[in-house]
């Protein structure tokens, strides 16, 4: 009677273990990060941010030519985390979605970055220029 207890717990404990390391796999417990850097050129004006998860606001500041912002989490458990920016330069805008729990599987950090020219985007978790390339996002 006891070893067939102990072999019903260990089978639970390993079904466990297996959803764990399944939803793990699926990034939903893996932690995101997500950084702005303003690139502007330094004599003009600021860029003010605005970024949110829904009514959370997570970033609501002005960056300065070389400054950037970061913020990290977790999706939530049904996969529908989705973070969005705006953005403000002088007379110009742009605003998008930096983080769609459905987009993101593969990667963990996300870069974006703000020039003259519109955003720039990368994945490098150490430097942000490794694979940086253009975003469809352009100031309007």
Same mark, same amino acid.
């Given at each position: 009677m006891a070893s067939t207890n102990m072999n019903v717990f260990f089978s639970y404990v390993v079904i466990f273990l297996y959803l764990v390391h399944m939803?793990?796999?699926?990034?939903?417990?893996?932690?995101?990060?997500i950084h702005v850097y303003n690139e502007l050129p330094t004599n003009s004006a600021s860029l003010f941010v605005y970024c949110a998860?829904?009514?959370?606001?997570?970033?609501?500041?002005? +960056? $300065?030519?070389?400054?950037?912002?970061?913020?990290?989490? !977790? %999706?939530?458990?049904?996969?529908?985390? &989705?973070?969005?920016?705006?953005?403000?330069?002088g007379s110009k805008q742009s605003s998008f979605d930096v983080f769609d729990a459905h987009w993101y599987a593969t990667y963990n950090t +996300? $870069?974006?970055?703000?020039?003259?020219?519109?955003?720039? !985007? %990368?994945?490098?978790?150490?430097?942000? &220029?490794?694979g940086l390339k253009k975003s469809r996002h352009d100031w309007s």
């Open positions: 939803i793990e796999a699926n990034s939903l417990l893996q932690k995101h990060h998860l829904k009514d959370d606001v997570v970033a609501n500041q002005t +960056l $300065n030519s070389g400054d950037q912002l970061s913020w990290s989490f !977790r %999706s939530n458990w049904l996969g529908t985390t &989705l973070y969005y920016c705006q953005f403000w330069w +996300l $870069n974006y970055i703000a020039r003259e020219d519109g955003f720039y !985007r %990368s994945h490098d978790q150490d430097n942000y &220029l490794n």
